[in-house]
Nanobody
């Protein structure tokens, strides 16, 4: 059974940090690029970041560039999203997904996790 499971979300104050994790089972995560997509209330899903399957190349949206770092640990079949200097507008449900393409375009993803809530509030 293919499964992606996110964890690490929570409530944080503006300027704070969170590290999200995405664990995979039921398929070979190394065969896929992995990305993070977020959805804020009342808004469309927005691609945040993606890491390639081959050489670890990374993509970031302009809204998070410089504040976020994506990484992967093949031995643990896990991808991480380190988020620093969080802003109120980062509040959203964050989903990880697996794709054969190196992209943050949500319609290119084959598998999705259930999401983890990130709330940035004072």
């Amino acid at each position: 059974q293919v499964q992606l499971v996110e964890s690490g979300g929570g409530l944080v104050q503006p300027g704070g940090s969170l590290k999200l994790s995405c664990g995979a089972s039921g398929f070979t995560l190394d065969d896929y690029a992995v990305g993070w997509i977020r959805q804020a209330p009342g808004k469309e899903r927005e691609g945040v970041s993606c890491i390639s399957s081959s050489d670890g190349s990374t993509l970031y949206s302009d809204s998070v560039k410089g504040r976020v770092a994506i990484s992967r640990d093949s031995a643990k079949a896990t991808v991480y999203l380190q988020m620093n200097n969080l802003k109120i507008e980062d509040t959203a449900v964050y989903y990880c997904g697996a794709t054969r393409r190196w992209t943050t375009m949500k319609d290119q993803y084959d598998y999705w996790g259930q999401g983890t809530q990130v709330t940035v509030s004072s």
